[in-house]
C-alpha cells in the first residue's frame, strides 16, 4: 500500500487528506474508513442525523454533544470519531459526507481500488457479476474492482455503469427513448 497524494481538491479535499495523512502515519487508515463508512451509512439512513449534519440551526456545541452520543453508540472512536467532531467544532459537519468520499477516494487510490456503480433491471446472477467485475478490472488496468450493484426495473434491460468518471448507459429504456427522438425527428 502507497501514500496517496493530490486526488481530492477544494475545502472537503484538504480535510480528507490531513486525515489520511493522520491515519496513515499511525497505520489506521482501514480503521478510519471503516468508521466513516458507517457514519455515512447512519447519515443516509436517519433523517434526524441528515438534520443534525446539514442544518445551520445547530450550534457547534449542540452538534458536538449529539455526535457525543451517536458515536459512541456506533462505537465510532479514535481518529474517525475525532474528525467528525472537528468538523462540527469547526461548522464544517455540513460537508462531512464529501469529507468522506474524498477520505474514500485517497483510500482506494492507495490500495489500488477502483469503484463502480453498476444498475442493472434484475438481479445478477454469481457468475454474471463475476464476469462484470472481471470485465471492469480489464477496463481500469488491471485494478481491483469493487461493484456496488443497484436493481433498478425501469431502466427495463442491459445495464449503466459508472467506472470512477467514465459512464456507460447500456440499458434498454435509454436506447428505447433514442428510437423514439428519432422517429419525431423523421416525422
Same mark, same amino acid.
Not at 486525515?19 to 468508521?35: H, I, P, S
Not at 483510500?107 to 442493472?120: C, E, F, L, M, S
Not at 461493484?147 to 447500456?170: E, T, Y
Given at each position: 500500500?502507497?501514500?496517496?497524494?493530490?486526488?481530492?481538491?477544494?475545502?472537503?479535499?484538504?480535510?480528507?487528506?490531513?486525515?489520511?495523512? &493522520? =491515519?496513515?502515519?499511525?497505520?489506521?487508515?482501514?480503521?478510519?474508513?471503516?468508521? +466513516?463508512? @458507517?457514519?455515512? #451509512?447512519? %447519515? !443516509?439512513?436517519?433523517?434526524?442525523?441528515?438534520?443534525?449534519?446539514?442544518?445551520?440551526?445547530?450550534?457547534?456545541?449542540?452538534?458536538?454533544?449529539?455526535?457525543?452520543?451517536?458515536?459512541?453508540?456506533?462505537?465510532?472512536?479514535? &481518529? =474517525?470519531?475525532?474528525?467528525?467532531?472537528?468538523?462540527?467544532?469547526?461548522?464544517? +459537519?455540513? @460537508?462531512?459526507? #464529501?469529507? %468522506? !468520499?474524498?477520505?474514500?477516494?485517497?483510500?482506494?487510490?492507495?490500495?489500488?481500488?477502483?469503484?463502480?456503480?453498476?444498475?442493472?433491471?434484475?438481479?445478477?446472477?454469481?457468475?454474471?457479476?463475476?464476469?462484470?467485475?472481471?470485465? &471492469? =478490472?480489464?477496463?481500469?488496468?488491471?485494478?481491483?474492482?469493487?461493484?456496488?450493484?443497484?436493481?433498478?426495473?425501469?431502466?427495463?434491460?442491459?445495464?449503466?455503469?459508472?467506472?470512477?468518471?467514465?459512464?456507460?448507459?447500456?440499458?434498454?429504456?435509454?436506447?428505447?427513448?433514442?428510437?423514439?427522438?428519432?422517429?419525431?425527428?423523421?416525422?
Amino acid at each position: 500500500m502507497a501514500k496517496e497524494q493530490t486526488i481530492v481538491s477544494g475545502m472537503t479535499g484538504r480535510y480528507a487528506q490531513a486525515l489520511y495523512d &493522520l =491515519a496513515w502515519d499511525n497505520k489506521a487508515t482501514e480503521k478510519v474508513a471503516g468508521d +466513516l463508512k @458507517a457514519f455515512a #451509512a447512519a %447519515i !443516509a439512513g436517519s433523517e434526524d442525523l441528515r438534520c443534525l449534519v446539514r442544518s445551520p440551526v445547530f450550534t457547534a456545541e449542540q452538534q458536538t454533544k449529539a455526535l457525543d452520543a451517536i458515536l459512541a453508540k456506533m462505537d465510532v472512536s479514535g &481518529l =474517525a470519531a475525532n474528525f467528525i467532531r472537528l468538523t462540527a467544532t469547526k461548522r464544517r +459537519l455540513f @460537508a462531512i459526507e #464529501a469529507m %468522506i !468520499a474524498d477520505f474514500q477516494k485517497l483510500n482506494d487510490a492507495a490500495k489500488g481500488v477502483t469503484r463502480a456503480k453498476v444498475t442493472v433491471a434484475s438481479p445478477l446472477a454469481p457468475q454474471h457479476l463475476e464476469a462484470l467485475t472481471s470485465a &471492469l =478490472a480489464q477496463i481500469s488496468g488491471g485494478k481491483s474492482v469493487d461493484v456496488d450493484v443497484k436493481v433498478d426495473p425501469a431502466i427495463i434491460g442491459g445495464l449503466v455503469v459508472q467506472l470512477g468518471s467514465r459512464m456507460v448507459d447500456g440499458s434498454l429504456r435509454t436506447k428505447l427513448n433514442a428510437i423514439r427522438t428519432k422517429m419525431k425527428e423523421v416525422g
